[in-house]
């Protein structure tokens, strides 16, 4: 599939599943006290409390309840996101992955100067298990990711992780679950609501500062080198988006399975149609996108009622769709979107 999140360390796949090495059987006798499986949640309860957090903290998820008995100390995040919603509530990993190839510290403009120490990049499609494990992590966070069960098995192998919510899997998590999720997986749910309460009330003001957006049919797709494709309900973007009243393209809905995207031919163009049309490039310029005359052809994009991102911080706070980054999308894409309906 195109349309999967970028992992420029997807060649050397074979070797990150090497995982009986030394650094694992380190990770797995020295990084597991801090945490515990929800059968054992009760017996650190009082060093919980001293933690400074609320501990014992239990995460449902869609492979059981994991319970995190104290403050972790050392946590790693490996979701689409994650690494922002834990800086976010104060929180610095020592490793993350980059999802978006930010570089530096592998988050955008909306996170920066978050770190005091920048954290070590780790794999995203398929992370680097010896690499993790050499971190002797307490907590690995990966709350928006594919839900792969062997992923999830083999990092708990590592450590305690917070993998996908039920119905999470294809990273089809918003930034409000897992923002919640990585509040309690912190022992901070109340800094969690706050910040999603914050949050939720942008949202509320610029949807009610745009009655233009109510109800109007919209399309979120993307374009590599070589295909086409539109987001469906219960990704990021696509929530984005009906927060501010906005319905999903039916026609694409109707073409939804269990990936976050559907693929759109060339010869299907038409398939983008909507009220608005958004679309993001994806190792492409936007201009490979704005200049297609099959792409100029459809209905909504030949009136005027069309958005390709062309700067880069914008096309990937949207696309990141963590609680930092969607307060800079906010400020950033409603007025495109206002002017592209409105024309």
């Given at each position: 599939m195109s349309f999967r999140p970028a992992d420029s360390s997807a060649?050397?796949?074979?070797?990150?599943?090497?995982?009986?090495?030394?650094?694992?059987?380190?990770?797995?006798?020295?990084?597991?006290?801090?945490?515990?499986?929800?059968?054992?949640s009760g017996t650190q309860e009082s060093a919980a409390q001293k933690s400074g957090g609320a501990f014992?903290?239990?995460?449902?998820?869609?492979?059981?309840?994991?319970?995190?008995?104290?403050?972790?100390q050392r946590v790693v995040a490996l979701g689409w996101g994650d690494a922002e919603?834990?800086?976010?509530?104060?929180?610095?990993?020592?490793?993350?992955?980059?999802?978006?190839?930010?570089?530096?510290?592998g988050v955008g403009p909306w996170a920066e100067d978050l770190y005091d120490e920048s954290p070590q990049k780790i794999g995203t499609l398929e992370p680097e298990y010896e690499k993790i494990a050499a971190l002797k992590p307490d907590l690995i966070l990966d709350t928006k990711s594919s839900g792969d069960r062997t992923r999830y098995e083999t990092l708990s192998k590592i450590a305690p992780t917070v993998g996908v919510p039920k119905g999470g899997d294809q990273?089809?998590?918003?930034?409000?679950?897992?923002?919640?999720?990585?509040?309690?997986?912190?022992?901070?749910?109340?800094?969690?609501?706050?910040?999603?309460?914050?949050?939720?009330k942008k949202f509320e003001d610029?949807?009610?500062?745009?009655?233009?957006?109510?109800?109007?049919?919209?399309?979120?797709?993307?374009?590599?080198?070589?295909?086409?494709g539109a987001y469906v309900r219960g990704t990021g973007r696509v929530d984005f988006v009906e927060r501010l009243g906005f319905r999903n393209n039916p026609a694409v809905e109707a073409k939804a399975g269990s990936a976050f995207s559907v693929p759109v031919s060339e010869e299907n163009l038409n398939l983008l149609d909507a009220d608005l049309t958004v679309m993001a490039p994806i190792?492409?310029?936007?201009?490979?996108?704005?200049?297609?005359?099959?792409?100029?052809?459809?209905?909504?994009?030949?009136?005027?009622?069309?958005?390709?991102?062309d700067d880069p911080d914008i096309s990937q706070a949207f696309a990141m769709d963590s609680v930092l980054s969607v307060d800079y999308a906010l400020e950033k894409v409603v007025p495109l979107f206002s002017k592209a309906v409105k024309s």
């Amino acid at each position: 599939m195109s349309f999967r999140p970028a992992d420029s360390s997807a060649r050397r796949r074979p070797a990150r599943l090497r995982l009986l090495t030394g650094a694992l059987a380190l990770a797995l006798t020295g990084t597991l006290a801090a945490c515990g499986s929800s059968d054992d949640s009760g017996t650190q309860e009082s060093a919980a409390q001293k933690s400074g957090g609320a501990f014992p903290a239990k995460v449902a998820t869609k492979f059981g309840t994991v319970t995190v008995d104290e403050k972790p100390q050392r946590v790693v995040a490996l979701g689409w996101g994650d690494a922002e919603a834990a800086l976010s509530l104060g929180v610095q990993p020592v490793g993350a992955s980059d999802w978006l190839a930010f570089g530096g510290d592998g988050v955008g403009p909306w996170a920066e100067d978050l770190y005091d120490e920048s954290p070590q990049k780790i794999g995203t499609l398929e992370p680097e298990y010896e690499k993790i494990a050499a971190l002797k992590p307490d907590l690995i966070l990966d709350t928006k990711s594919s839900g792969d069960r062997t992923r999830y098995e083999t990092l708990s192998k590592i450590a305690p992780t917070v993998g996908v919510p039920k119905g999470g899997d294809q990273y089809k998590i918003s930034w409000e679950k897992q923002t919640t999720m990585v509040a309690q997986a912190l022992g901070v749910p109340d800094d969690g609501k706050k910040l999603i309460a914050e949050t939720e009330k942008k949202f509320e003001d610029a949807a009610g500062a745009h009655p233009e957006f109510k109800d109007r049919t919209i399309t979120l797709g993307s374009r590599t080198a070589s295909t086409w494709g539109a987001y469906v309900r219960g990704t990021g973007r696509v929530d984005f988006v009906e927060r501010l009243g906005f319905r999903n393209n039916p026609a694409v809905e109707a073409k939804a399975g269990s990936a976050f995207s559907v693929p759109v031919s060339e010869e299907n163009l038409n398939l983008l149609d909507a009220d608005l049309t958004v679309m993001a490039p994806i190792g492409v310029t936007a201009k490979k996108i704005s200049s297609d005359p099959l792409f100029k052809a459809v209905p909504s994009v030949k009136a005027g009622h069309s958005v390709v991102f062309d700067d880069p911080d914008i096309s990937q706070a949207f696309a990141m769709d963590s609680v930092l980054s969607v307060d800079y999308a906010l400020e950033k894409v409603v007025p495109l979107f206002s002017k592209a309906v409105k024309s």
